[in-house]
């Protein structure tokens, strides 16, 4: 295959372009080097497209190609696991000494668990001088706690509010009678009781009230507003990939987040995959040979020379093998200078077809 494709002038970097078939296969194919070839679906499929574009007879290589194959392959290595080791029964040593354990454990436990036999041992009685003054000082503080349990605080009768038309000949005032306390621990009790009783309230003011009233209290005085926290999102930065130069003729800028590829054919490499976002672009090498793959051909715009090109296609539309071509791009038709190179290449393949 080599052989011919020699013969008719052919350069193997470009059957691959037109193929669709990477390089290296090709070169593994003409090589027979059949471990650099994907799988055996795969490789006989490239082997026959190859030999279709040569002019030769496919069937018969496709035969050739699958002996070569069968004499390569070797038998698969299956690999078993080992079972597992079978556990092994404890000794009757062990047995034996577990049950004692468990045996010894539970004798304690119900031993120091016997209130009458344990409890009793460890806390030794009280002593007859010691026990009389114990039960004085029981009989007191019962006799306390009952006296004080039948105390109660008196507290007078507190005096109807005026009305507002007594506010101005009583001046505001308010008379409050509480009665006397007996006992002085209560005193406290009674004082913070007749405090929250004799509590004045605001007098409500009637039409005889003079100018000369104080002036309403606003109550919402000290109390701070609310304040509303507001968190700024920053926009993120537009970012700019490709060559840094300023004879850039082709630019890639993303409308809305779109999975771009760009490949160098001459040279099968990769020169750019990942999503562009909203406002980043790319900047295109001045090169032949670089093709555009996208998922989505309405969310970016190709421009030339500053000038937007026609679309490639609607939003959420993948594009293949789009030529960054600065005169394809601006007449419209880059996506389909790539079919037309291949099929005027296999029409001319096949009039100069040569029978090996």
């Known amino acids: 295959m080599r052989q011919i494709r020699e013969e008719q002038g052919l350069d193997l970097r470009q059957v691959a372009e037109m193929l669709h078939i990477r390089f290296p296969y090709l070169q593994a194919i003409e090589n027979s080097s059949i471990g650099d070839l994907p799988g055996p679906v795969y490789a006989l499929g490239f082997v026959k497209s190859y030999a279709e574009h040569l002019g030769l007879d496919s069937e018969s290589l496709v035969e050739r190609f699958k002996a070569e194959q069968r004499g390569l392959s070797s038998k698969t290595e299956l690999v078993f696991p080992s079972p597992l080791s079978e556990g092994k029964v404890p000794s009757a040593a062990i047995l034996i000494i577990s049950a004692v354990m468990v045996v010894g454990a539970y004798s304690g436990w119900m031993y120091f668990s016997d209130a009458d036999g344990f409890v009793a041992e460890v806390v030794p009685p009280l002593p ?178 500053g000038e937007n090109v026609p679309s490639i296609g609607p939003k959420g539309s993948v594009r293949r093998n789009v030529q960054l071509d600065p005169a394809a791009l601006r007449q419209g038709n880059a996506i389909q200078d790539m079919l037309g190179l291949q099929q005027q290449s296999y029409a001319t393949s096949k009039s100069k077809k040569t029978l090996p």
Do not use: C, F
């Open 128 to 305: 007859e001088n010691l026990k009389g003054v114990a039960d004085q000082r029981l009989t007191a503080g019962s006799a306390a706690k009952a006296s004080a349990d039948n105390k109660t605080v008196e507290v007078g009768p507190v005096m109807a509010r005026p009305k507002a038309t007594d506010t101005a000949d009583s001046k505001g005032g308010t008379n409050v009678l509480v009665s006397k306390v007996s006992n002085g621990g209560n005193a406290a009790l009674t004082s913070r009781t007749a405090a929250r009783t004799i509590e004045p309230k605001a007098a409500v003011p009637s039409e005889s009230t003079d100018s000369s009233s104080a002036p309403p209290i606003d109550l919402h005085v000290g109390e701070k507003p609310e304040q509303e926290e507001s968190v700024a999102v920053m926009p993120r930065e537009p970012k700019i990939y490709g060559v840094d130069t300023d004879d850039v003729r082709i630019v890639i800028l993303a409308m809305s987040p779109a999975w771009v590829e760009i490949s160098d054919t001459e040279t099968d490499q990769v020169l750019l995959t990942r999503v562009l976002y909203t406002g980043d672009s790319y900047r295109a090498p001045n090169k032949t040979g670089l093709v555009l793959m996208t998922g989505n051909a309405g969310g970016i715009e190709i421009m030339v020379d």
